[in-house]
């Protein structure tokens, strides 16, 4: 029997080209073979989390409501005035339609998070918002079925897996770059692959969006998942479209996506544990961050909890 | 290691906000009920490190007790632990506390009791939702929450007196089980032992109690799986 089991990207581009396959079918196949299951269950599984997907969005956009700590909860409300009424707001708006409902999409989730919705954590509970985002975006401007936001999310998987073997899906482990650049780079390949483009463009896209990422700290206010969390997904969901966009151009990352993603783990191994999910550095420390920290009662600044 | 499952990345399905915090805290919570086998009509939770410092920002507290009341993490009725603790008459409570260095910064204490019997958990979030039993009663053991995803657990306590480990799986050959994993632990203070076996097919009720009645065995429990 054949392996469907692939390490990265050079790996993943072989089972394509060898099966014809894009990457969605590829991942599909990878996770009937490590599961021994069936296409159907799996199927039936990706159909649940695609349900908790789109209720969390709903959720927030019907019902907005200030989380426990009033960082988070108001930012939906402004995306679905503007979304209702777009064609009154559309000559000053820089962005497409698709593009704020991308935005929407994100930060609904982020917020429902906030206010302890149900979600799904796609890579990781703080960067959930990202695929929702472009999920939400791109079934709007490609009128896309169940089915093909299914394989948005295979694609992304198989992006997932690439940078959780290769470096790590944890901000706490490597910075927001792992949680939110890893989440984008899923988000652009998925973005790329649904419209038709090739493995490999897919793969170019993912590139472009993660290498523009690679730095980015986890400085949370609070340890709490709200600031920068729900924009930065919101911002990130966005960025994503312009990673997609380039590869489907044709623009290609000068540097491929196995050596992008080595590099970002070794980035995240250089940075200080104070911009690894402690908050006790970045933006966590800012006047205003210490300010909502003391309020809250939260984490005593200067402590670290990863060394008690 | 094995390779990740699809499920990994596009998963889990849980309640907000923190996978480590809150999802985690809630599968604590189901362990420890599951451990106690019963209806808690007190429980008490000691926090230590981050779970102490950071535990109402991201709804530690909520998730831990929604778990004690079988809440999986994905339950939304987690976010009314509280409410939900109190029309059942369950009375909670919450200290800041230090277990020592020797302990995950994500850790809990946690102590249930009834008018039958009284038991106490240390059990850490590890990360990405997963978590790990570290002490029972006193009992230096190590359960992941993945070992029970494949096998069916039950943990032992018995007197410490000779042949006793002997009669638990003398029984369970008996019984045609075959025992997958085993570890011991020794708690001088009781002088009694707690063992956790991890088996490949589930023990009936009866089987449970018939080896429960045995001479110098003090409880049997067996972990039912705790739906992800
Ligand atoms: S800042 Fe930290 S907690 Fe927030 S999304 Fe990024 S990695 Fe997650």
Known sequence: MNSFIFRNSEELLKLCKEHDSPIWEI?????????SKKREPIMSKLLERLDVIFNGINASIEKPEVSPSKMAGESTAFLVKHINEFDKYADSLLLNEAAIRAMLGAIATGENNARMGVILAFPTAGAAG?????????????????????????????IG?????????????????????SASAMAAAALTEVRGASPETTLQAAALALKNMIGLACDPIGGLVEVPCIKRNGIAAVFSMSASDMAFMGIKSFVPFDEVVRAMREVGDMMSPRIKETALGGLATTPTGQKVAKRMGLLKIGENPCTK | MSPFSLFDIAGPIMVGPSSSHTAGAAKIGQ???????????????????????????????????GGIMQFPPNEPKIKK????????????????????SGFHPNSVKIRLRNEKREMSVIASSIGGGNIEINRINGFDIRLTGNSTDNFFTIIIENKNLPGMLAKSTGFLGQKGIRIVNMQ??????????????????????????ELESKEGIVFVRALKKISR
């Open chain 2, 31 to 65: 362990f420890a009920r599951a451990i106690f086998d019963g209806k808690p009509d007190e429980v008490h939770f000691l926090l230590h490190g981050s779970f102490g410092d950071v535990y109402k920002g991201h709804a530690t507290d909520k998730a831990l007790l």
């Open chain 2, 184 to 209: 011991s632990s020794y708690f001088a203070g009781d002088n009694k032992v707690l063992s956790v076996l991890s088996l490949e097919k589930e023990l009936a009720l009866d089987e449970i109690m």
């Open chain 1, 130 to 158: 990202v695929l929702p985002g472009v999920m939400y975006g791109a079934k709007y401007k490609f009128s896309l079925s169940k089915k093909e936001l299914i394989n948005m999310m295979l694609t992304a998987s198989a």
């Open chain 1, 161 to 181: 897996v690439i940078i959780a073997n290769t470096a790590t899906l944890s901000g706490a482990a490597g910075g927001c770059q792992a949680e939110v650049g």
């Open chain 1, 27 to 35: 991942m599909l196949r990878y996770e009937m073979q490590i599961s």
């Open chain 2, 81 to 100: 632990s509280f409410d939900i603790a109190d029309e059942i008459g369950l009375k909670y409570k919450f200290t800041k506390g230090d277990l020592g």
